[in-house]
């Protein structure tokens, strides 16, 4: 099935096609073709005379792979976001620009592009040629990463009230640092997702295929990317400092368990000297012939157990 959009009275209309003969009379401006079938493709070929080639959304990270023109076609390779709750993930989509038709490939549906759908039918002249499609398209993936980012914010900062105001034993600790990795890994994501969509931008500035207002619309979404690239970098500062406060948090943990075998240790150290001078085997120890000797030498290690923790317990290293 191919998702078909027409423009009428400044406004976009969604058809779903099913067939080459309900394609053949459809004037669009924008054909998204979702995990399209190789018959899908082939209608695509008779209809408007353009190859989709079978690895047009492969990972290819060479610039000239995925910003090019070719036979009087502009075919630009672009990663949009997905935001779940589950698998945060960067989706390749291939656009080509071809007899003023949008077609874009993708293997799953995006949350820009049903957020330009539901915007199109809203707001009338909101579109008006499939260069519009595209520069929208890329506008909404800007608002949408910047939509996420607060969504980080919020979370990091549901993360730092738990870490930095509440006493943090090892479970917490563990439930921080896989919500903030988990938000790293997403902050990431977008930084990646937004320096993808200024190359896209800036390869259609140079291509010279904007109008005046067009253009106009460019540079502000480069401008939002912008203020987006400073806001990421914020976030992974803030989020190296939870990690470290986090880790910091755990190794005092750590620190006042190891505190408590020392103690016990040095503590036991004097009445291990005690009974190992008592078990030594010479022939003239005036204390092993006296009836007191034994619960002396017992009151002796208990006074050199208690003498260690008062001292302790003094200087405050048992808190």
Do not use: C
Request: overall charge negative; glycine content about 4%; hydrophobic content about 45%.
């Amino acid at each position: 099935m191919l998702n078909v959009f027409t423009l009428a009275n400044g406004r976009l209309f969604q058809e779903e096609i099913d067939s080459l003969d309900e394609l053949t009379p459809v004037r669009p401006i924008w054909v998204d073709l979702e995990d399209p079938t190789p018959e899908e493709k082939g209608w695509i070929a008779v209809r408007f005379g353009l190859v989709i080639p079978g690895d047009i959304i492969d990972d290819d990270l060479e610039e000239s792979a995925r910003f090019y023109e070719e036979d009087g076609a502009v075919h630009i390779r672009s990663d949009f976001l997905i935001d779940d709750d589950e698998t945060p993930r960067n989706v390749r989509v291939a656009f080509i620009l071809h007899q003023n038709v949008l077609f874009s490939i993708h293997r799953e549906d995006l949350p820009v592009f049903r957020l330009l759908r539901m915007r199109a039918r809203r707001i009338p002249a909101l579109i008006e040629d499939a260069k519009d499609v595209l520069l929208k398209l890329y506008d909404a993936d800007a608002e949408y990463s910047a939509d996420t980012l607060e969504g980080i914010y919020d979370d990091l900062e549901k993360v730092s009230q738990r870490v930095l105001k509440e006493e943090v034993n090892d479970q917490a600790a563990g439930e921080a640092l896989a919500a903030i990795a988990r938000q790293e890994d997403l902050n990431g994501r977008i930084r990646r997702n937004v320096m993808d969509t200024r190359r896209a931008v800036s390869f259609m500035m140079r291509a010279r295929m904007l109008n005046a207002d067009q253009f106009e619309e460019a540079r502000q979404i480069l401008r939002d990317i912008d203020s987006l690239d400073s806001h990421t970098a914020f976030l992974f500062d803030k989020i190296n400092f939870l990690m470290d406060a986090t880790v910091g948090f755990i190794n005092i943990n750590q620190n006042k368990i190891i505190k408590i075998f020392s103690v016990a240790s040095v503590a036991l150290l004097p009445p291990t000297l005690i009974a190992s001078i008592y078990g030594m085997n010479f022939q003239h120890m005036p204390e092993l012939s006296q009836t007191w000797g034994y619960p002396f030498a017992l009151g002796l290690m208990l006074l050199s157990i208690v003498t260690p923790f008062w001292f302790f317990r003094r200087k405050g290293w048992l808190k």
